[in-house]
Structures are given as structure tokens and as C-alpha cells.
């Protein structure tokens, strides 16, 4: 079945800290795996994407890990701000040689206190 | 920076009755997607659809359910009979290759 299990639930760090979200998928044949970030009343936003051929990637201070024997990837983000207090998804999208739907985990609602 | 569009932002409607959300994907986006968000929870796909046609539909997507792509700039999504479960945020994206770019949704709201 295509899944994709996002944890923690809920986070809450300091300003500074370094909040990691985790997420595995049990379907090998996933091609594409985003993390969007949501604010309230808003839309999911691109923040950063991977694809498997790749270990890891870094945008500023968002970095994506993947480690595809263990079929899991993490969020972490440095220097965190009050203002990246938002929920984050991950997704994946299955492999079929076109631009196939996104398979989203449940999300994670980040706090980051001053 | 492109945008996908989406009216209303939020629509109120009695159960029953017919809505229609509307969509202005990013100009020379091929692929185009209805997904829902009840509140608090997940993003789940609704449809996709490409070249005219509906590529894929998941179990949500009933036969209450349709999409159009009217005059090649616009895609909607109809609801025929609206139920009181089908409140929730409703989110159309699109994309041609790169990132899927999510608009600001629609918040439909069933009395």
C-alpha cells in the first residue's frame, strides 16, 4: 500500500534549535519526495525536494536526509525562527514516468518559541 | 513568482446544493490536481488530470465529484449534491516537471 508516516506529531523547540521531522514509506516505487510547509488558512508551499539517486540536499537552512535502504527521510531545520512555526508535510509521489499525484504524511505542527 | 488561483476563498452552501471551486493554474502547467484537507488533518488527493482527461481518481472521488477544464486557462471542480462531510479546504495544484505549486484553496463550508 502506498503510505507514508510522518513523525513527530506535534514539536515544539527554541528559537535556534534544530527541529528534525522524520518520515518512511513502505512502497519502493516512489520517485519524488517534497516537504511543503503550511500556515494556517494558507496552502501547502514548496520548501525543499529530493529525489532517491540523492543523500542529501541543503537549501539554506532547510536540509532534506535520505536514506534509501531504510526507505526514510527527515526534515531538519537550522537556526530555527519563531516565524518557521508552521505544520510540515512530507510526500512522495509514485513512479510512473509522469507527474503522478503526491502521497502526503499527516504532518507535523512545529512551535518554535523565542 | 507564479501563482495558482483559487475562488472563492471561502464558500458557504446549504447540503444538497451544487458547488462549483475554480482554479487559474500557473500559465503553462500541464498537470493539474484537486487534493482536501478536512481540518487538522492530512492533504488528501481528490483527482488529477492531464491532456483533457481525468489520469487518475482516488476513492473520495465519487460520482458527486467532476472536473472540467472549461476554456484551457480555468479548472473546476464540481460537487453536485453537497453532504455536510465534505467541509474541508479544498486545494488545487499544478505543475509541468518541477515542483507541484499548491494554491491558497478554497474553504468550503457545508450547513
Known amino acids: 500500500q502506498q503510505q507514508v508516516k510522518q513523525s513527530p506529531q506535534s514539536l515544539i523547540v527554541q528559537k535556534g534549535g534544530i527541529p528534525i521531522i522524520n518520515c518512511a514509506y513502505e512502497?519502493?516505487?516512489?520517485?519524488?519526495f517534497p516537504w511543503y510547509q503550511q500556515f494556517p488558512g494558507k496552502g501547502p508551499a514548496l520548501l525543499i525536494a529530493?529525489?532517491?539517486?540523492?543523500s542529501e540536499k541543503k537549501e539554506g537552512r532547510f536540509t532534506i536526509s535520505f536514506n534509501k535502504s531504510a526507505k526514510q527521510f527527515s526534515l531538519h531545520i537550522m537556526d530555527s525562527q519563531p516565524g518557521d512555526s508552521a505544520t510540515y508535510f512530507c510526500?512522495?509521489?509514485?513512479?510512473?514516468?509522469?507527474?503522478?499525484?503526491?502521497?502526503f504524511g499527516a504532518g507535523t505542527r512545529l512551535a518554535v518559541h523565542p | 513568482e507564479p501563482e495558482v488561483t483559487q475562488t472563492p476563498s471561502h464558500q458557504v452552501t446549504q447540503m444538497g446544493q451544487e458547488v462549483i471551486l475554480r482554479c487559474v493554474p500557473i500559465?503553462?502547467?500541464?498537470?493539474f490536481y484537486w487534493y482536501r484537507q478536512i481540518l487538522g488533518q492530512k492533504v488528501e488527493f481528490l483527482v488529477s488530470f492531464y491532456n483533457n482527461e481525468i489520469s487518475e481518481k482516488s476513492e473520495i472521488f465519487d460520482d458527486q465529484f467532476s472536473v472540467e477544464r472549461p476554456d484551457g486557462s480555468n479548472f473546476t471542480l464540481k460537487i453536485r449534491s453537497t453532504k455536510l462531510e465534505d467541509s474541508a479546504m479544498y486545494f488545487c495544484?499544478?505543475?509541468?516537471?518541477?515542483?507541484?505549486?499548491f494554491g491558497s484553496g478554497t474553504r468550503l463550508t457545508v450547513v
Open positions: 500559465s503553462n502547467h500541464l498537470y
Open positions: 529530493i529525489r532517491p539517486d540523492v
Open positions: 510526500a512522495a509521489r509514485p513512479f510512473s514516468g509522469g507527474y503522478n499525484k503526491l502521497i
Open positions: 512502497n519502493t516505487a516512489f520517485d519524488y
Open positions: 495544484a499544478s505543475t509541468t516537471g518541477g515542483g507541484y505549486t
